[in-house]
């Protein structure tokens, strides 16, 4: 997974960035609201690190809080 629904954010491993024709490069992961313009490629990589990893919801927990979410 590599989305918290519950407190809104990207598990610290994920590493989502953003850059366009021009080299304008956008960090997405602090911020996930973030409206990008068009014509971005996105980059998402899972980052292996040697600290203790976080607590990562179940499926069931995960599908009722994105639930929650949609219009």
């Known amino acids: ?3 918290n629904p519950i407190q809104k954010r990207f598990y610290k491993t994920i590493a989502i960035s953003a850059y366009t024709k021009n080299n304008e490069f956008f960090e997405a992961r602090e911020n996930p609201k973030l409206i990008l313009p068009d014509g971005l490629t996105v ?3 899972l980052g292996l ?3 203790e990893g976080e607590k990562i919801l179940d499926f069931e927990t995960f599908q009722k809080e994105m639930q ?3 219009p």
Do not use: H
């Open 1 to 3: 997974m590599t989305w």
């Open 43 to 45: 980059f998402l990589g």
């Open 49 to 51: 690190c040697k600290s």
């Open 68 to 70: 929650k979410s949609l």
